[in-house]
């Protein structure tokens, strides 16, 4: 079955990097987009970006850009999203979605809690 | 971007009863790219509509979408013990944005 499967939780310091994956299984890959979603805690849904894992053509929400960095490794079918210069605020659930060619999201990964704390 | 703006922020409500959730837009959702997410605690957002009326694969036909441009709803008919949880709407066109949600609880 189509299913996203993302890496685990990491702590992290303020100021430093964070790399998330999801590895896709049960499709092809190269042919749906990926967005990641991230929710702090007790809050709503946000947004961040896309990528295109054929090109690896991206989009980012205009908050993250210049901090934020989607990637993939098509020989493992997965997708990677990297936040750079971290904040307490940035304490959250990261979520990679696969967007169907009508855009809509499913299905979800389960998330990755990155927590970030001196 | 485009807003979304749910109301109620909170639905008290008992089994069976029905639910009616509203998703309002700033401007036109085009070609009704708009979605509902059902997420309880500690899990992922699962999809339920697309394309503001299509219900995604194996959502129980207890859950309608309906509406266009800037006004969308989602219905649940006879509340499930299971159906209690947070609703989020989205708009999923060139920059996708998500409504503050609507949480469903036990009266």
Known sequence: ?118 | DIVLTQSPGTLSLSPGESATLSCRASQSVSSNFLAWFQQKPGQAPRLLIFGASSRATGIPDRFSGSGSGTDFTLTISRLEPEDFAVYYCQQYGYSPTFGQGTKVEIK
Not at chain 1, 29 to 53: C, I, K, S
Not at chain 1, 79 to 104: N, P
């Open chain 1, 1 to 118: 079955q189509v299913q996203l499967v993302q890496s685990g939780a990491e702590v992290k310091k303020p100021g430093a990097s964070v790399k998330v994956s999801c590895k896709a299984s049960g499709y092809t890959f190269t042919n749906y987009d990926v967005h990641w979603v991230r929710q702090a805690t007790g809050q709503g849904l946000e947004w961040m970006g896309w990528m295109n894992p054929n090109s690896g053509n991206t989009g980012y929400a205009q908050k993250f850009q210049g901090r934020v960095t989607m990637t993939r490794n098509t020989s493992i079918s997965t997708a990677y999203m990297e936040l750079s210069t971290l904040r307490s605020e940035d304490t959250a659930v990261y979520y990679c979605a696969r967007a169907w060619k009508g855009g809509y999201f499913d299905p979800w990964g389960q998330g990755t809690l990155v927590t970030v704390s001196s």
